[in-house]
């Protein structure tokens, strides 16, 4: 029941929290909820078993008998840390929103809470349909959140938000229920099980688009590809980032990104083999355009937060590399590099959403000289700062040095292209800090009137997590790849016919659950043989 | 011909026989009060009553196939399931007309008496399998409608809606009926049941049951407002006062599409390409169509109407995935179920905009609910719900009302329509989310008019809490609608 309770409980606080008379203890309230979310979730490494790669806490119940849609749901290690990225950040958000959300508090906390059973729910959903609600779902509190306490361009901004995701989205949904009819000739009986999708060998033709893995790989894909944003279509981000309230930004970035890039890890590569290699160039060049186009228009940008958007561009580029040079090195890189621009964009959009209540500007140019005024800010600035361009020790260069040595191994040329990117990482965020942190002070930083205060007690509890993260991340990065070594280096093994087993050796109850729910089901599926593990690649 | 009625004909027709009876009653008391209308509640009681008698005896009698009147009705699963719609949208416009500006008051007993005898036309439609019985039908709904269009407190609009209406109307009548003459010409029967065995035939033998056939549908286009046969539908919709917009919209639109189903949705008829073709382009144009003109709409009710007009395509794909398949049921019973989630969130839609009008002649437009989220955090909850759930997002009723309809057309193969049916739903996103971000994201100082409107309030929260409680549950109800038409 873990995973059930990890998915639901935060909308049963969203209805405390809607509920709820006191508006004076409401943040305290919503606060302590999420930590509970997070000290939950934690519970799953009790569980967890890291040496296999098989779907683990598996809870399955029949939910639309009709079409063979369940009530599916389970992890393995590379829904796992995503997971915890997102009851990580939830309470961090909250404490970080203290003072900047001040109108219809009620609302935020409720719609924050939405916002996390979605997102928890498509991580951990291994039914289309299933997945699919929790998928859509996600855009209602988003666009809420955007669309209420944004910025002046607020509408235009959530609008586009929602139209971008939802248009790729539709396609999906086609392809799902097609593939549900697949599974329906392949085996008799329709089912919109995720593992029941895998088993299916959808006839590849190279050479030509009109092939039929070739079209649903790029239903899918395209809904992933809008959600990471890569290059061409990833407009809507710096519109929803700019216009959208620090907390926004921070899930936004740290979280909702990903589900694209988990996408593409859970559904596009195992689903579709044969189409994401052939196709793996296409994904490799956009996420390469998307690295260099990323970081040069950051570079110009005369807001620090619409800079930072468009590094999101760029760093998840490196992630799409990553996830198509479809080797140990790549693949781990990628999950690794998820969590990383999780923690490190999160914490900058923390930042700067900091300065920006002190002075109500994100221009660049009016800044300056801030080092001698704030100076503990400064510190917590450079090292995210730091982490953001990967310098070594730091989590950033875990995630970008494995993707690129990836990308290397499988297709160098890519790779020349991308290592551009670390320099220009550093080139446009060294800048903005230069021009931020020192030379003369700024029109806003020696205002007289309005002295700036250096972080108070509550900002360095938000931020101080976030920086042991970024140090532990960097300096032990094996003590987080261990729990997905095994499920990412099965996917990378056996991408050509891609099967995940139902754990039975998991924990007793949760086993016992499944067992009891759909007995003959589960088992015929666990009876298959189960994929051996092969060695790893590569020594981490 | 031996005309016999048998009881087990009484039986199956006493839905019908009690609501008409029922109809009577409002009036019947008020001529012996001395032409005094009664206490409006009263009215409103009597006529729930009679509504939810009519629905209990469909329940009993009606859905076991069986037919009456020589073959001219048949009571199955679809007469059951649209019946069923079209006597609970008739409810919840009843109520919404109780507390309209532009309805309660006087002549409220004529009203209802009129409302109720349109749906004794819509029962008649739902379970017709003969022609001319689905004219009567037909007419005997329409014609009510024109009256109770014409008899809004509202002076100006609502008498062109009427007029519009009425011509227009008859003009459909006139064509369904002229093909109906064709289509007995050219058969010599004018029962479905009669020509559909060898429609196959005729259809690519006779230019004349070709001819009679497209009539008819042209007839059922203009009714379920098909493009290019919509034109009417805007200001219709938007002259008329709202819980009859409601109520054409819903429970009009829901009988109609029964009985083009009933007429047009079979194999023999629809397998042949050149209809096939048609209306697979109808359908394609409706939803496009509807869909963009929406965008350009500020008044809140003719913004509803276009979006119906789009509904009505993807009904219309539904339909064409009935008539293709060979296992009738699912194709059918996603019509059903789309019908069923639809009236569902767009009663809620026009009873929200019922409840903002404060005069019977004031015009609502979306910039007006600026600030609604504030003073009435509950209702504009509820009218977000309606419309995610128009915009078909999960885990709204809408979302699976689209998933079942769009899962047969793929099913059949129609994946193209598929396509067209969900790239539409992103362009509806955005008029969709129009009224949304003017109620939460722009000050202003909207509420719901001063009269009471408590009726109309529990109507809306339930349907509300309907419209997500029920996507939840959405796979029993869909199976046993399912199952009911096999």
């Known amino acids: 029941m873990i995973l059930s309770t990890i998915v639901f409980l935060p909308l049963l606080f969203a209805l405390i929290v809607a509920v709820w008379p006191n508006a004076k203890t409401l943040r305290p309230l919503a606060l302590g909820f999420a930590v509970i979310e997070f000290i939950v979730s934690l519970g799953l490494f009790q569980q967890f078993d890291a040496n296999t790669a098989s779907l683990q806490m598996v809870e399955r119940y029949m939910w639309i008998e009709r079409f063979g849609i369940s009530y599916f749901m389970g992890i393995d290690g590379i829904s796992l840390w995503l997971v915890l990225l997102t009851t990580f950040l939830t309470p961090i958000i909250i404490l970080a929103s203290w003072t900047s959300i001040t109108e219809k508090v009620k609302g935020f906390h409720v719609c924050m809470f939405i916002l996390q059973t979605a997102m928890l729910g498509t991580f951990l959903a291994m039914d289309a349909i299933f997945f699919y609600v929790f998928w859509e779902l996600s855009l209602v509190p988003m666009y809420f959140m955007v669309g209420i306490w944004g910025g002046t361009r607020r509408i235009y901004a959530t609008v ?303 931020l101080v997590p976030l920086v042991i993260m970024v140090f532990w991340m960097g300096l032990f990065p094996n003590q987080f790849l261990n729990y997905s070594k095994a499920s990412v280096d099965h996917l990378v093994n056996h991408r050509g016919s891609y099967n995940l087993t139902i754990s039975e050796s998991g924990s007793a109850a949760a086993t016992q659950v499944s067992a009891e729910a759909v007995p003959t089901d589960v088992k015929a599926e666990a009876t298959t043989p189960a994929a051996t593990e092969a060695p790893a690649q590569g020594d981490k | 011909m031996n005309i016999g009625i048998g009881l087990s004909d009484i039986l199956l027709v006493s839905p019908m026989l009690a609501l008409f009876l029922a109809s009577l009653i409002p009036l019947t008391v008020k001529v012996l009060r001395g032409n005094r209308e009664q206490n409006a509640i009263v009215t409103l009681s009597q006529a729930l009553l009679g509504l939810i008698v009519s629905a209990g005896l469909l329940m009993v009698f009606g859905g076991a196939g069986k037919t009456a009147f020589n073959n001219g009705l048949i009571f199955d699963g679809v007469t059951l399931w649209m019946g069923l719609i079209a006597l609970f949208s008739a409810a919840v416009a009843m109520i919404m007309m109780y507390e309209n500006p532009a309805t309660k008051g006087k002549q409220f007993s004529e009203l209802i008496f009129l409302a109720m005898s349109s749906a004794v036309g819509m029962l008649i439609l739902v379970s017709a399998v003969d022609l001319l019985m689905v004219f009567i039908g037909l007419e005997m709904m329409s014609l009510s409608l024109y009256l109770m269009i014409a008899m809004s407190h509202e002076e100006k609009l609502s008498k062109e809606a009427a007029l519009k209406y009425f011509i227009l109307g008859s003009f459909a009548s006139a064509l369904f009926l002229y093909g109906v003459a064709f289509i007995f010409g050219s058969t010599g029967g004018t029962n479905i049941l009669g020509f559909m065995e060898n429609a196959a035939e005729l259809v690519q033998n006779s230019r004349l049951f070709l001819f009679g056939i497209s009539f008819v549908i042209l007839g059922f286009c203009f009714k379920v407002s098909i493009a290019p046969f919509h034109a009417w539908t805007p200001d219709v919709y938007q002259g008329s006062p709202t819980p009859h917009t409601a109520f054409m919209a819903t429970a009009v639109k829901a009988v109609s599409f029964a009985a083009f189903l009933r007429v047009i949705a079979t194999k023999s008829l629809i397998g042949s390409d050149h209809l096939f073709d048609m209306l697979q382009w109808l359908a394609v144009i409706t939803m496009i169509v509807g869909n963009t003109a929406a965008i350009m709409q500020n008044n809140l009710k003719r913004m509803i109407a276009y979006s119906s007009v789009a509904h009505s395509g993807y009904v219309l794909v539904g339909v064409i995935t009935a008539g293709v398949s060979d296992d009738g049921a699912f194709g059918a019973s996603g019509v059903i179920f789309y019908l069923l989630s639809y009236a569902l969130m767009t009663l809620g839609a026009f009873a929200i905009a019922s409840m903002l009008e404060r005069s019977e002649s004031h015009i609502v437009n979306i910039d007006d609910l600026a600030g609604f989220a504030k003073k009435r955090p509950m209702l504009s909850l509820c009218l977000t719900v309606f419309l995610l759930s128009l915009a078909g997002i999960p885990p709204t009723l809408g979302f699976f009302g689209k998933f079942y309809l769009f899962n047969a057309a793929i099913g059949e193969g129609l994946l193209w329509l598929a396509i067209w049916g969900v790239l539409n739903s992103v362009i509806a996103v955005y008029y969709y989310l129009r009224p949304i971000v003017v109620m939460y994201m722009k000050d202003g100082e909207a509420d719901v008019a001063e009269y009471s409107l408590n009726a109309t309030t529990v109507t809306v929260v339930v349907m509300a809490v309907a419209i997500i409680v029920l996507g939840f549950v959405s796979g029993p109800l869909f199976s046993a609608v399912e199952k009911s038409l096999l």
């Open chain 1, 160 to 462: 586009k938000f929602f139209i971008y995701t939802m248009a790729g989205s539709v396609l999906m949904l086609v392809a799902m229920i097609y593939m549900m009819y697949l599974t329906q000739e392949a085996t008799g009986h329709m089912s919109a099980s995720l593992l029941e999708f895998y088993k299916l060998k959808i006839p590849f033709v190279g050479g030509t688009f009109f092939s039929l893995q070739t079209l649903l790989f790029f239903a899918f894909a395209l809904a992933f590809a809008i959600k990471v944003p890569a290059f061409p279509v990833h407009t809507w981000l710096p519109d929803a980032h700019v216009e959208a309230p620090t907390p926004g930004s921070v899930i936004l970035a740290g979280v909702m990104l990903k589900m694209g890039t988990y996408g593409f890890m859970r559904w596009v590569i195992p689903l579709f083999p044969e189409a994401s290699e052939y196709w793996a160039w296409l994904f490799m060049l956009i996420g390469t355009v998307g690295i260099i186009y990323g970081a040069l228009v950051a570079m110009v940008q005369p807001d620090v937060k619409k800079l930072v958007a468009y590094s999101s561009v760029s760093h998840m580029g490196y992630i799409l590399l990553g996830l198509f040079a479809f080797n140990a090195y790549g693949m781990n890189g990628g999950l690794y590099q998820m969590l990383n621009h999780g923690i490190s964009t999160g914490a900058l959009f923390i930042l700067i959403g900091m300065i920006y209540e002190r002075t109500h500007s994100r221009e660049i140019s009016k800044y300056g000289g801030l080092a001698g005024v704030l100076p503990l800010f400064t510190i917590f600035f450079f090292i995210i700062t730091l982490s953001s361009i990967a310098v070594p020790m730091t989590n950033g260069f875990v995630g970008e040095f494995f993707i690129l040595m990836g990308t290397f191994k499988a297709q160098p040329v890519f790779a020349y292209f991308a290592v551009t990117g670390v320099v220009l990482g550093a080139v446009y965020m060294l800048w903005m800090f230069k021009r931020v942190f020192f030379g003369p002070q700024g029109e806003l930083v020696k205002d007289e009137h309005h002295p700036l205060h250096d972080l108070n007690a509550r900002e360095i509890t938000v």
